[in-house]
């Protein structure tokens, strides 16, 4: 699922908690999930952990994150 999706589908509480969750607030996020900001790898790879998976690292940051191939473990491209 892309972030977008994720963070549209969740109740205004429940963004805040995740924001406060990941330290970061909750209008960065927003701004990441309507395509105006991108985040860094590290915040990225938070996300994708916060969200155990749902949210997979290579939704977030495709130019740096090859998407999974069938049979095969995704791999950093690029630091």
Known sequence: MDFRTFWSGLEPERKDSFALSIQHSRNYLDQIACGARKPGFALAR??????????????????????????????VTAS
């Open 46 to 75: 938070m996300i994708s952990d916060a969200t155990h998976g749902v949210v997979p690292l290579h939704e977030l940051r495709a130019d740096i994150w090859d998407a999974p191939k069938r049979g095969t473990a995704a791999q």
